[in-house]
């Protein structure tokens, strides 16, 4: 535990313990037990619910956030990975994603690791997702370092690191890497897997708002090659 800082509420800490355990404080004050039950039905979690929606999470970690500042990168990164492993319910996941979308982390390679470990053992379209937009982030600040790990990871076994390879430049707009998008849905063109699928068509719609003459060009040229719900997503708004 770290020194109080007299005069205020925020108190520095060095420890990633004290962090923690406001999260995980915070989460329970806020657990619907009658909401839980429908949350993992939903989400056909093995891990139990404690009834708390994700916009509630992400309070309650800005706030313990507040009030227990870390004290540099590395000790927020022992946080998330505190939460992540230990985690008893799925919103101590969902907070451990968010420390990683902490403005002090945001483009942290160091970070690199410890996504991947999230995306590989959170195995589930919710947790890759969320963890792909931190690959999104470090790729637009170590563009020539991800780039490899982001190509390697659309050719591997493992079918959530296929999915964030495909969607971690969602938002990116124009400053989307159209070679490496393309790079990355080639090898999938043929994968029947309905997450794969869909992916390539939402990476595709998003980047159609930036660019929509480029993605029909992108289908019509591979019409008979793209699934009928990637075509399907990727046309969505532009027809």
Request: aromatic share 6%; with cysteine; charged share 25%.
């Amino acid at each position: 535990m770290g020194s109080g800082r007299s005069g205020n509420s925020v108190i520095e800490v060095d420890s990633a313990d004290d962090l923690v355990g406001a999260i995980r404080v915070g989460l329970m004050a806020r657990a619907d037990p009658s909401r839980a039950p429908k949350m993992r039905a939903y989400m056909k979690s093995v891990m139990p619910y404690l009834g708390v929606p994700v916009p509630d999470v992400r309070a309650v970690v800005s706030a313990a956030l507040r009030r227990f500042p870390p004290s540099g990168p590395e000790s927020l990164a022992r946080s998330a990975t505190t939460l992540w492993r230990g985690a008893c319910h799925r919103e101590e996941r969902y907070a451990a994603t968010a420390l990683t979308r902490a403005r002090m982390v945001v483009g942290d390679l160091d970070l690199l690791p410890l996504c991947q470990e999230m995306i590989v053992t959170g195995a589930w379209w919710d947790h890759v997702d969320e963890v792909s937009h931190c690959i999104g982030d470090l790729l637009l600040a170590h563009p020539q370092a991800m780039r490899p790990v982001i190509l390697r990871w659309s050719s591997d076994p493992d079918r959530w690191l296929r999915r964030s390879a495909i969607i971690c430049q969602l938002r990116h707009g124009r400053s989307t890497d159209p070679d490496l998008l393309v790079a990355v849905i080639t090898p999938n063109l043929s994968d029947l897997e309905f997450f794969i699928r869909k992916a390539i068509g939402w990476a595709l719609r998003d980047y159609a708002s930036s660019e929509p003459e480029w993605v029909r060009r992108f289908v019509a040229d591979r019409r008979d090659l793209l699934s009928p719900l990637s075509v399907r997503e990727a046309l969505k708004h532009i027809g």
